[in-house]
């Protein structure tokens, strides 16, 4: 195997490191993220990691914008693996920084196959994925007592070509789960049929949250029957929906801050 997860590992030369950037603001981070980034002598980034965070990086360290963000111009994932064994083999500490975290939805397997078949060290420090931060930034509890005691992550982008995802969402449908769907909102209003379809209600709650975690951070809720008039969003911000009926928890919570502030008064 030529993965390592020594914490030495991110000083040590010809290897390369998959960061997780976190879901979007700059301090959400780990601490081993940072330290990968301080010992970094070449960064892959991706669109989605805060350009804020390659302020950690040496000033020599070479720097390599990949893209990656839906519907805008990328490095092909072939390039982005040729690039990582390309540096990793002039002996310098390479780092892979993608949004959120690596192992969701993040093309990692690729990588990693890559890097294992060139004979290259590797090692991956996770993120805080965009679902577990869009909830707790908006207030919804991805699993609550008595209301959701499963949750799916899920992505609604097709790959490969297709023009439809391979997931069966009328099967999720019947799962009455908390549904946290990455790369959706293209998509969303087939999405809400195919749930439907499969059972679920058409009053479900829905949040759609863009760009979670900062300070433009949007929160629209609505329901499944509002499809893509909810997710239509001019700017093409990068969004998360969540479906369930703990959305309708930071209504609730909304609502006692309220009632509270009143009462105070």
Not at 43 to 55: G, K, P, R, T
Not at 57 to 67: H, L, Q, S
Not at 88 to 96: L, Q, W
Request: proline fraction near 5%.
């Amino acid at each position: 195997m030529t993965f390592s997860l020594s914490a030495e590992s991110s000083t040590a030369p010809g290897r390369v490191l998959l960061v997780g950037a976190g879901p979007g603001a700059p301090d959400l981070i780990t601490l081993r993220g940072v330290q990968a980034l301080q010992h970094a002598q070449v960064v892959l980034y991706d669109d989605l990691a805060n350009a804020a965070l390659l302020e950690h990086c040496p000033a020599p360290a070479e720097r390599i914008y990949v893209g990656k963000r839906l519907g805008s111009h990328s490095a092909t994932q072939d390039h982005i693996c040729d690039l990582l064994i390309e540096k990793a083999r002039t002996g310098r500490r390479v780092v892979r920084l993608k949004g959120g975290d690596p192992m969701i939805f993040g093309r990692v397997g690729e990588e990693l196959a890559a890097l294992t078949e060139a004979g290259i060290p590797w090692e991956i420090v996770p993120g805080v994925t965009a679902a577990s931060a869009a909830g707790a930034m908006a207030g919804i509890p991805l699993t609550q007592r008595g209301v959701s005691s499963t949750m799916v992550f899920v992505t609604g982008h097709p790959c490969g070509g297709q023009t439809t995802t391979p997931v069966d969402w009328r099967a999720l449908a019947g799962l009455q789960a908390t549904l946290c769907v990455y790369m959706g909102t293209q998509r969303f209003g087939e999405i809400a049929d195919e749930l439907m379809a499969g059972g679920r209600r058409r009053d479900t709650a829905v949040a759609v949250i863009s760009n979670a975690t900062l300070s433009s951070q949007h929160v629209r809720i609505g329901t499944l029957a509002d499809g893509d008039e909810l997710t239509n969003d001019p700017q093409r911000r990068p969004a998360l929906i969540l479906i369930g009926e703990v959305v309708r928890w930071s209504e609730m919570l909304k609502a006692a801050e309220l009632a509270g502030a009143a009462c105070e008064v």
